[in-house]
């Protein structure tokens, strides 16, 4: 079956870069649309970013967006998200999620997505 994995999380200060990776597997990942989401502490989770299947389309919420960036490797069957110019703010749990790809009219990059990481901690102290 479909599993994702996140890895690359970690502890950095104000101002500094992290790249998280998803690594997916369990089927094509040529033919799935990928997003990044996070929760905060005391938070809901909110959507981050989306990349289209074959990467034609890319979208950001308001708050990442210029300082984020989403990408995917059909050959490596990996979607990275960079983060720059990290924020106390951005201090979340970041989750990868996939689903099957859409029709351009039927795609919505918030989702609803089918299979979901269990997500890696990014700590941004101030």
């Known amino acids: 079956q479909v599993q994702l994995r996140e890895s690359g999380g970690g502890l950095v200060q104000a101002g500094d870069s992290l790249r998280l990776s998803c690594a997916y597997s369990g089927g094509s990942f040529s033919a799935v649309d990928v997003a990044w989401f996070r929760q905060g502490p005391g938070k809901e989770r909110e959507f981050v970013a989306a990349?289209?299947?074959?990467?034609?389309?890319?979208y950001y919420s308001d708050s990442v967006q210029g300082r984020f960036t989403i990408s995917k490797s059909n050959m490596k069957t990996t979607s990275y998200l960079q983060m720059n110019s990290l924020k106390s703010e951005d201090t979340a749990v970041y989750y990868c999620?996939?689903?099957?790809?859409?029709?351009?009219?039927?795609?919505?990059?918030?989702?609803?997505?089918?299979?979901w990481g269990q997500g890696t901690q990014v700590t941004v102290s101030s």
């Open positions: 990349i289209r299947w074959n990467s034609m389309g890319t």
């Open positions: 999620a996939a689903k099957s790809r859409s029709i351009s009219s039927a795609y919505r990059p918030q989702g609803p997505y089918d299979y």
